[in-house]
């Protein structure tokens, strides 16, 4: 597509439910980031994929997250046991590769925002 | 420690006004990005600076990128209540992943 797409756009669990996000990266871009957005301003890295590999994962939380971006589908990240404080807005981003790695510019879907309950 | 540093964190003005956001690190970028972000929206790509000492011009935003590739700046003209929003800058420095700004929170009042 010519957008990145995040679905769904609200999500509601009860505390200690599993929460699955979603999103499909613009058509030709191999790179997708998932960052959360916390404190209203902040921008949180979680993980990055080159096509269906982990690039970067030094944000993702050890325990309870995980993320894949398997081919022919689209990228997902999940969140076991969800708790509390999970809650915040969830975005997707993708980007081109160029020559010697990633574009330098990111597009961004709309989010996900996850509410814990 | 953010990596990017944006200020002013919030800026309120009259219509018409002018104002400028400054993008600061110690850290050099081959490029700098700057979005825009509305409630309840994903942030919007407004441009990319590539060149130490280039400027970008978009209608009534101006967009500058440090001699030393450190820094930028985006300076509105006459600015209008649809300028309105949260504005990030943005840039990677590793290859791996896009370092976000601390933000600016904009709000221009009728």
């Known amino acids: 597509g010519e957008e990145v797409a995040q679905t769904p756009k609200h999500l509601v669990r009860g505390e200690g439910q599993k929460a699955k996000l979603y999103c499909a990266p613009i058509?030709?871009?191999?790179?997708v980031f998932w960052y959360q957005q916390v404190l209203k301003n902040e921008f949180k890295f979680l993980i990055s994929?080159?096509?269906?590999?982990?690039?970067?994962e030094t944000g993702m939380p050890k325990e309870r997250f995980s993320a894949k971006c398997l081919p022919n589908s689209p990228c997902s990240l999940e969140i076991q046991a969800t708790k509390l404080e999970d809650s915040t807005v969830y975005f997707c981003a993708s980007s081109q590769s160029r020559q010697g790695g990633m574009n330098t510019e990111a597009f961004f879907g709309q989010g996900t925002r996850l509410t814990v309950v | 420690t953010q990596l990017l540093e944006q200020s002013p964190q919030f800026l309120s003005i009259q219509e018409g006004e002018n104002l400028t956001v400054y993008c600061n690190s110690s850290s050099v970028f081959s490029s700098l990005q700057w979005y825009r972000q509305e409630p309840g929206e994903g942030p919007v790509l407004l441009v990319t600076?590539?060149?130490?000492?280039e400027v970008k011009k978009l209608k009534r935003l101006t967009f500058q990128f440090g001699d030393a590739r450190k820094d930028s700046s985006l300076h509105i003209t006459a600015a209008q209540p649809g300028d309105t929003g949260l504005y990030l800058c943005a840039g990677s420095p590793t290859g791996n992943q896009f370092y976000f700004g601390t933000g600016t929170s904009l709000t221009v009042i009728p």
């Open positions: 994929f080159q096509n269906e590999n982990v690039f970067d």
């Open positions: 058509k030709g871009h191999s790179y």
């Open positions: 600076v590539v060149t130490g000492g």
